[in-house]
């Protein structure tokens, strides 16, 4: 199983002419993909922090070249500097995304650091509660540019982002691959027309190319600081969507995403804000909606239209990394199993989880119907945004300090700053709470809850289960002594805990009075990387005549299959035929208990999860005729 090149591997493809059309194509793809949203950005975020800077809708020269240059800047260090540069060379194996850090962190201890997993749980729930803005304000924000074709349309926004947004929603089934296809092109005439229009414009008022001196900041900042800090949080809107960058790290590479970046996204963004930025001193100051307006005429319309499919674009993304996002939770334990579906016969990371699609959509529209406009949406969308980069930085700062060993004064230096940064963003839209920022933080705030539900619950259980729970060795060399009846085939019997005897395993025992003549206690484990080698998937060992024990290994990127991983057993000397073979599930009916160590409230949240979650048959996609499930009572 091959890995995935990124930046750092500097593979041969300058002079090779295959490689080079493979990183021309995946640049293509990281377009739609991976910058999507903040290829969105223009059509509100300048717009948006004028507006909060001048507060009458009319902003004097001073308001525009600051908030132009803190746009300029912020893209400057937070993505190029920040992301581009550090961040997505911290990959765990290829994989980027804030649950690939956390696990490539935890790596780095002897156990599991209570800090890292509280960071990388925060900077998961902060990113779904970004999942759920970023598609509302997108699609409202282009469908709003009607209005601006004539106000005839005003009465019809609303219905048409929620009918919009339903289709999205409803072909997420069909998967992403087909619809893949035009993303990059679709994305790439996008970016290029955004760059032409703000050209045009800049014309309007050449001066405003002054706003590249960071001075400008300065002098915003100096003049009204109350205003200049509510200002701040309107202009993060502008790199919204940096995290993309490194969460789809595994889908493309650094090389492929870096020169996308720097070849086409970067100076088409700086293009067209410099054009907005022109086309509002032009106008004396008068915000207005700049991004559509200053395509007049014929363009108008197509330009409308070429948003609209942008940001349906950008939806795709988040949406897709939300798929992605919760298939590393299950793995690594921080969920309960969804049932995930795959979408593509060839790529394994085109997958659809219908649970979480259902929830995305139900939120989704509910937050447009109770925004009604992208301005109100703003307010919501920078905490969680922030909070997710916030978290990343912290993540990073072990990254540098434990695995590429900087010195710790320089790396105090270098991630101390990109923290001041992320923190200042976040504190100015932290603020912004009752305006609207209660609604990512309530989202955010739900999956922590289930999170640390999950955690505590499977601890609780497996402490209890374990102390009823007979040592394996001690049972199998009872067996061996005085073996009851024994029948031909293997029986599989799953567990979490290899040490002890499956609960499956003592019930069969006890009411069948029979043993196969083999006996597999399996476990299968997730590795703290994306992907495991097929070398190192099975490892064997025998506990005597009667029992042997198997761990399957997989990644936190990757679907078990448990009959296709046990068929890799035949290289060790094991002999396995899935038609002689009975896996043996224990299905436990959970009750809640007076003494659990958990509040009632939780532990009924908990037994509620477990009763949710996916059936283990499908989800390790063992044959349903193969399985035998023993149910049992457990007290928590």
């Not at 209660?438 to 539900?453: Q, R």
């Not at 003549?517 to 399996?522: A, F, G, S, Y």
């Not at 899935?578 to 896996?583: E, L, R």
């Not at 035998?628 to 007290?635: D, N, R």
Request: proline share 5%; net charge neutral; with cysteine.
């Amino acid at each position: 199983m091959t890995q995935q090149p990124t930046g750092g591997d500097a593979q041969a493809g300058a002079h090779n002419g295959h490689n080079t059309g493979k990183t021309g194509v995946l640049m293509l793809g990281a377009l739609g993909v991976v910058y999507g949203d903040i290829g969105t950005s223009p059509i509100y975020a300048l717009r948006g922090a004028l507006v909060a800077a001048s507060g009458s809708g009319v902003a004097d020269r001073t308001d525009i070249l600051g908030v132009l240059s803190l746009i300029i800047w912020s893209l400057t260090v937070i993505v190029t500097v920040k992301y581009v540069t550090f961040v997505l060379r911290a990959d765990n194996r290829g994989e980027g995304g804030t649950l690939s850090m956390m696990a490539l962190v935890q790596a780095t201890f002897a156990k599991r650091s209570p800090l890292i997993l509280v960071v990388g749980i925060l900077g998961a729930a902060l990113f779904y509660g970004d999942a759920v803005i970023t598609p509302a304000i997108s699609v409202l924000s282009a469908v709003e540019g009607l209005k601006v074709v004539t106000p005839a349309f005003d009465p019809y926004v609303v219905p048409l982002t929620l009918l919009i947004l339903a289709v999205v929603f409803s072909v997420q089934r069909f998967g992403t691959g087909g619809v893949a296809v035009v993303f990059g092109p679709v994305t790439a005439v996008w970016f290029v027309s955004i760059g032409v229009s703000g050209l045009m414009h800049i014309a309007d008022d050449p001066g405003v190319l002054a706003a590249i001196n960071p001075i400008y900041i300065i002098y915003f900042l100096q003049s009204s600081p109350e205003v200049a800090f509510l200002t701040v949080g309107a202009v993060f809107l502008a790199v919204t969507g940096a995290e993309g960058l490194y969460a789809d790290l595994g889908h493309f590479g650094r090389k492929p995403i870096m020169l996308a970046w720097f070849c086409i996204v970067f100076p088409c963004l700086l293009l067209n804000y410099f054009g907005q930025g022109a086309f509002v001193l032009s106008r004396g100051g008068e915000v207005g909606h700049p991004f559509f307006e200053m395509n007049e005429g014929w363009m108008l319309l197509p330009m409308v239209l070429l948003a609209t499919a942008a940001t349906v674009i950008a939806c795709q993304a988040v949406i897709t990394g939300a798929y992605s996002l919760t298939r590393q939770a299950v793995q690594l334990n921080l969920l309960p199993r969804f049932a995930i579906r795959h979408t593509s016969e060839t790529q394994s990371g085109q997958i659809y989880v219908p649970r979480v699609n259902m929830l995305l959509a139900i939120i989704v529209m509910l937050l447009v119907v109770g925004f009604q406009e992208s301005a109100a949406l703003a307010s919501a969308y920078g905490i969680s945004a922030t909070g997710t980069m916030m978290m990343t930085t912290i993540l990073l700062f072990f990254v540098v300090t434990r695995i590429w060993k900087w010195h710790l004064g320089v790396a105090i230096a270098v991630i101390g700053l990109f923290g001041l940064i992320d923190f200042g963003f976040f504190a100015s839209n932290i603020i912004k709470v009752l305006d609207g920022g209660w609604a990512s933080l309530a989202v955010a705030f739900s999956v922590v809850l289930i999170m640390w539900t999950w955690i505590r619950g499977s601890r609780q259980l497996f402490e209890k289960t374990r102390k009823n729970e007979i040592p394996l060795d001690f049972l199998a060399g009872n067996l061996a002594k005085k073996p009851p009846s024994l029948v031909p085939g293997t029986a599989v019997f799953l567990t979490s805990d290899p040490l002890s005897a499956p609960t499956a395993l003592m019930h069969s025992l006890k009411h069948y009075k029979v043993l196969h003549e083999q006996n597999v206690i399996l476990s299968v484990v997730t590795a703290p990387q994306p992907t495991v080698p097929e070398s190192d998937r099975a490892t064997l060992e025998t506990v005597n005549e009667l029992f042997m024990r198997v761990t399957l290994k997989f990644g936190y990127m990757e679907q078990p299959n448990v009959p296709k991983a046990m068929a890799l057993c035949r290289k060790q000397g094991w002999k396995f035929d899935i038609m002689t073979t009975s896996f043996f599930l224990s299905r436990r009916s959970l009750k809640p208990a007076a003494n659990s160590g958990l509040p009632l409230w939780q532990d009924k949240l908990y037994i509620g999860l477990a009763r949710s979650a996916a059936d283990a048959t499908e989800y390790f996609q063992i044959p349903t005729g193969r399985v035998v499930e023993i149910g049992t009572q457990v007290a928590i």
